[in-house]
């Protein structure tokens, strides 16, 4: 598990070596984490449509236990794994929810320089129930 930063690990080729090596060292990786917005981070935050980017880049260059990798963020209502971003929409799904939502999937707007999941929200922070959103349940 681990973040990914502007300038640190923000290649595509390092990611994948990362996933390589780990796979074959037997370890499945698992998460890889949208970098949270807190004080004093902000030169290490990438927009949401890059990391998604780089995260496919680096899977398609791995094989294996590589591809099973995770882009999440650890959102105040919860775990929400990043499935896509096209067509100027974030396809998200909750991995684990605080609130109820475990499993619901959404549809939401993604405008460029959207980095996190209160941007997606039309900057309206959700009153941890986001249910005027398109949700879909998941059985």
């Known amino acids: 598990q681990n973040p990914i930063l502007r300038g640190i690990n923000d290649h595509e080729d390092l990611l994948a070596e990362l996933l390589n090596k780990l796979s074959a060292a037997g370890v499945t990786p698992y998460y890889f984490f ?54 100027g929409k974030a396809y998200l799904k909750y991995h684990q929810s605080k609130t109820g939502n475990y499993g619901k999937f959404m549809i939401l707007n993604c405008p460029k320089g959207a980095t996190w999941f209160d941007d997606l929200l039309d900057s309206e922070v959700p009153s941890h129930h986001p249910s005027n959103h398109s949700f879909a349940d998941v059985d």
């Open 34 to 87: 949208i970098n949270r917005p807190v004080a004093g981070n902000a030169s290490f935050v990438l927009p949401l449509e890059r990391v998604y980017r780089l995260v496919e880049k680096a899977k398609a260059k791995t094989s294996g236990l590589g591809k099973r990798v995770r882009l999440v963020m650890s959102h105040a209502t919860g775990k929400i794994e990043i499935l896509a971003i096209e067509g």
